[in-house]
């Protein structure tokens, strides 16, 4: 069964057009989700709007209202949204190029991918996302999703486009109210060249696959062994060495020259029993058996 869109419409490079379609990049449909449900019937809960003077109502009797000042609305009906046209609605219009890189992580939101919309649109898109590629800019667009305008960022990727929208700058927050009484002077520079070395020591190559989530991980296998009828395991803490001071943490870790870190995976498990005898040889207490 093919994806579906979020949203079609059209491509737009001054006078250039095609056909598009987009898709989410991403999905949560795999996350582990829990239902509200009552602790004697352990029926489902259902949600059902309440009207403070008349109690239990329908949905079909709900209106969209905005809040102009306290408690009180003005309302919009269906009509009023229609009104609001704007060329975005329908059209990814290119307004801008800037330098891929420029634009800053805490601006960028929900990634999408972006595809020719039918055979007859493939030769213009071709076109557009190689130009797009050989220049290694990011063109800034906006478009309408969930009835708001979005500016967003395409760019080149594989044979397609990706597309990012972006935060509005009203909605970031500026750093000063958090880091603006932390220190500005510099480092000892003998704990700062430890530092960099241990930076050094642990750079690797990026593999999404090494760095699985664990806590929902954790959270499946707890859930298989209720259905089996078992007490959950309880996973021990890892231990904490007592740090005596900044340097002496920097010169120890250095000296363990262990690889960059990476998520455990079930085939791995195995693997950490030697650990605890290392732990154990070195005088650290030994992890806690786990109760069955």
């Not at 307004?95 to 929900?110: K, N």
């Not at 693997?271 to 786990?290: N, S, Y």
Request: charged residues 30%; glycine residues 4%; contains cysteine.
């Amino acid at each position: 069964m093919a994806p579906r869109a979020s949203w079609k419409g059209y491509l737009k490079l001054s006078l250039v057009s095609c056909p598009v379609r987009l898709y989410p990049a991403t999905s949560s449909s795999d996350r582990i989700t829990f239902n509200q449900l009552h602790k004697d019937t352990h029926n489902r809960i259902n949600m059902k709007p309440v009207d403070p003077e008349l109690g239990l109502v329908e949905r079909a009797d709900l209106v969209k209202g905005y809040e102009y000042e306290d408690k009180k609305y003005i309302i919009i009906d269906e009509q009023d949204l229609d009104s609001v046209r704007i060329e975005s609605n329908h059209t990814m219009n290119i307004e801008a190029f800037v330098d891929e890189g420029s634009v800053d992580l805490i601006y960028q939101d929900a990634p999408y991918y972006l595809a020719p919309d039918g055979a007859m649109a493939e030769e213009t898109f071709v076109v557009l996302r190689e130009a797009l590629r050989k220049s290694g800019k990011l063109a800034i667009a906006r478009l309408v999703l969930s009835s708001r305008e979005r500016v967003i960022t395409i760019s080149a990727r594989d044979t397609g486009m990706f597309v990012c929208t972006l935060r509005n700058p009203a909605e970031v927050r500026g750093t000063a109210e958090y880091f603006g009484t932390i220190p500005i002077g510099e480092p000892d520079q003998e704990m700062l060249e430890l530092a960099e070395a241990l930076i050094k020591q642990k750079t690797t190559t990026f593999d999404p696959k090494n760095y699985e989530d664990r806590y929902e991980a954790a959270l499946m296998k707890m859930i298989r062994e209720k259905l089996k009828g078992h007490k959950p395991i309880i996973a021990a803490a890892p231990e904490r060495g007592n740090v005596i001071n900044l340097m002496d943490a920097l010169k120890a870790s250095l000296s363990q020259s262990k690889p960059p870190a990476k998520s455990k995976t079930k085939a791995e498990e195995p693997a950490a029993k030697p650990v605890a005898k290392t732990r154990a040889a070195a005088g650290a207490k030994p992890a806690a058996k786990k109760k069955v």
